[in-house]
């Protein structure tokens, strides 16, 4: 698509969700699937990878640093791994496109590899902090640089060697704990993170099923450098923040009865069912196993009319991605949802306190952003034209409030949808959603 076409969204108002249903992949376990596939000894078979575009650029990425790559053939991804010292130096920079967890994880995994590397990305990415991962990184003796302003372009110098650190995250942030993770695996040492609140735990949950010992202690994660990781089967969860907006959908459209399949419920991605239950959502777990070391259910949605809450800050970390979903049941709910300990959401793809707030506002709602959250009155939701900012998860949160305005909502800049959830309005059709894509320029 040329940089000036916008491919808009138009849902008509209305309808409701039936239907049985699986989402794509988990982004999250994608990117990770690829990064230790790489790096282990041995052929790495997985299933269930998402064929988005994010975790395609980790995958392309890594053909660039010379490993071999078969797939994604029907979510079906072969590495031929190089082992923990195998990866070449690239022609030219490594673009990462719009993912910050490529960036952000490969600058880690690259620190210690003794190699030149530039990593690159999008506008939003090249806008989003890279401070948060570099300092800690040049505390273990890495080198590298961003611009002036703590962004991206990052340029990756080789060093000698990297040594462990003991470090405690200003931010509760998955991100940041598995790109140190990662760099410890070639440090000189024992690395050890120290988490203020529980966060997405898939790297040290793959590390431990490729052979990795990962060790945890309350809030404390280490690894030691020096090990290898041995090759394995790997079947990636549906994802539950691509689920969580039909889990949205469902509930806040009267008529609705679905089920999501094979959904990935780790405890530190589950925020969005405990939120919407404590809201008075209808959600059933079903089927609970475990796949590979990570916990997967079918889910059951059905409607149910929603009250407003104080969201609970614990649940924060745990939901972090899914805020913009949870805003609209938010809108939906009767009397005032109000959240707080969120500032993180101002710099993900997009500031999600603002470019909700300013959509909601358009849809009437009575919303008021704060610098750590939002807080949001329920009531009608009235049509209207609302702009994701490229922001996929915007966009696809806007898509379901149809659902319940008076209005058609029309989307603007949702090309990135295709980011994390590909099929997105083919899947949202069947489901029921009275949804189609133009291109304008
Ligand atoms: C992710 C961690 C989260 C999340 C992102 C994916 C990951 O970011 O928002 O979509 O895969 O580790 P932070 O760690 O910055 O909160």
Same mark, same amino acid.
């Given at each position: 698509?040329?940089?000036?076409?916008?491919?808009?969204?138009?849902?008509?108002?209305?309808?409701?969700?039936?239907?049985?249903?699986?989402?794509?992949?988990? =982004?999250?376990?994608?990117?990770?699937?690829?990064?230790?596939?790489?790096?282990?000894?041995?052929?790495?078979?997985? #299933?269930?990878?998402?064929?988005?575009?994010?975790?395609?650029? #980790?995958?392309?990425?890594?053909?660039?640093?010379?490993?071999?790559? =078969?797939?994604?053939?029907?979510?079906?991804?072969?590495?031929?791994?190089?082992?923990?010292?195998?990866? =070449?130096?690239?022609?030219?920079?490594?673009?990462?496109?719009?993912?910050?967890?490529?960036?952000?994880?490969?600058?880690?995994?690259?620190?210690?590899q003794g190699l030149d590397i530039t990593l690159v990305g999008d506008s939003s990415l090249s806008g989003r902090p890279m401070r948060r991962v570099t300092e800690p990184l040049r505390l273990m003796g890495a080198q590298v640089e961003t611009t002036g302003q703590g962004t991206a372009p990052l340029v990756i110098h080789p060093v000698k060697r990297l040594k462990a650190i003991n470090y405690e995250l200003p931010v509760a942030s998955a991100q940041i704990k598995?790109?140190?993770?990662?760099?410890?695996?070639?440090?000189?040492?024992?690395?050890?993170?120290?988490?203020?609140?529980?966060?997405?735990?898939?790297?040290?949950?793959?590390?431990?099923?490729?052979?990795?010992?990962?060790?945890? +202690?309350?809030?404390?994660?280490?690894?030691?450098?020096?090990? =290898?990781?041995?090759?394995?089967?790997?079947?990636?969860?549906?994802?539950?923040?691509?689920?969580?907006?039909?889990?949205?959908?469902?509930?806040?459209?009267?008529?609705?009865?679905?089920?999501?399949?094979?959904?990935?419920?780790?405890?530190?991605?589950?925020?969005?069912?405990?939120?919407?239950?404590?809201?008075?959502?209808?959600?059933?777990?079903?089927?609970?196993?475990?796949?590979?070391?990570?916990?997967?259910?079918?889910?059951?949605?059905?409607?149910?009319?929603?009250?407003?809450?104080?969201?609970?800050?614990?649940?924060?970390?745990?939901?972090?991605?899914?805020?913009?979903?949870?805003?609209?049941?938010?809108?939906?709910?009767?009397?005032? #949802?109000?959240?707080?300990?969120?500032?993180?959401?101002?710099?993900?793809?997009?500031?999600?306190?603002?470019?909700?707030?300013?959509?909601?506002?358009?849809?009437?709602?009575?919303?008021?952003?704060?610098?750590?959250?939002?807080?949001?009155?329920?009531?009608?939701?009235?049509?209207?034209?609302?702009?994701?900012?490229?922001?996929?998860?915007?966009?696809?949160?806007?898509?379901?409030?149809?659902?319940?305005?008076?209005?058609?909502?029309?989307?603007? +800049?949702?090309?990135?949808?295709?980011?994390?959830?590909?099929?997105?309005?083919?899947?949202?059709? +069947?489901?029921?959603?009275?949804?189609?894509?133009?291109?304008?320029?």
């Amino acid at each position: 698509m040329s940089l000036t076409e916008n491919l808009v969204f138009h849902v008509q108002p209305g309808g409701c969700l039936k239907g049985t249903f699986r989402v794509p992949g988990d =982004k999250s376990i994608s990117h990770r699937s690829i990064m230790l596939g790489s790096l282990a000894e041995g052929i790495t078979h997985i #299933t269930g990878f998402l064929e988005g575009e994010d975790s395609l650029a #980790t995958l392309e990425a890594f053909q660039s640093l010379g490993v071999s790559i =078969k797939g994604p053939v029907n979510s079906e991804v072969t590495i031929e791994g190089v082992g923990m010292h195998g990866l =070449k130096a690239p022609d030219a920079p490594l673009d990462l496109g719009n993912s910050g967890t490529s960036m952000r994880l490969l600058s880690g995994l690259l620190a210690g590899q003794g190699l030149d590397i530039t990593l690159v990305g999008d506008s939003s990415l090249s806008g989003r902090p890279m401070r948060r991962v570099t300092e800690p990184l040049r505390l273990m003796g890495a080198q590298v640089e961003t611009t002036g302003q703590g962004t991206a372009p990052l340029v990756i110098h080789p060093v000698k060697r990297l040594k462990a650190i003991n470090y405690e995250l200003p931010v509760a942030s998955a991100q940041i704990k598995s790109c140190l993770l990662l760099a410890g695996l070639y440090a000189e040492g024992e690395t050890t993170v120290s988490e203020p609140a529980p966060t997405r735990d898939h790297t040290e949950r793959m590390l431990n099923g490729f052979g990795y010992r990962v060790r945890r +202690d309350a809030n404390r994660i280490s690894v030691s450098g020096g090990g =290898k990781l041995t090759a394995c089967d790997i079947d990636v969860p549906a994802d539950i923040s691509s689920a969580a907006f039909f889990l949205v959908g469902a509930t806040i459209s009267p008529g609705s009865d679905i089920v999501l399949e094979h959904v990935g419920i780790n405890p530190t991605r589950d925020g969005v069912i405990n939120i919407l239950r404590l809201m008075g959502a209808d959600i059933e777990i079903l089927n609970r196993r475990d796949v590979g070391g990570e916990p997967v259910a079918d889910l059951r949605v059905r409607s149910a009319p929603l009250h407003g809450i104080d969201i609970p800050e614990d649940q924060v970390p745990l939901a972090i991605d899914e805020f913009p979903a949870l805003f609209i049941a938010a809108a939906c709910a009767e009397g005032v #949802t109000r959240l707080t300990g969120a500032e993180e959401l101002r710099v993900k793809e997009s500031d999600r306190i603002q470019v909700m707030a300013d959509g909601l506002a358009i849809l009437g709602a009575d919303v008021t952003p704060t610098p750590d959250g939002i807080v949001i009155q329920g009531g009608p939701l009235a049509g209207g034209r609302v702009n994701s900012h490229g922001d996929h998860r915007i966009a696809m949160s806007f898509a379901m409030a149809a659902l319940r305005a008076q209005g058609e909502i029309v989307i603007d +800049d949702c090309s990135n949808v295709n980011t994390s959830f590909p099929g997105f309005i083919g899947l949202a059709r +069947d489901a029921g959603l009275t949804i189609s894509a133009s291109e304008e320029n």
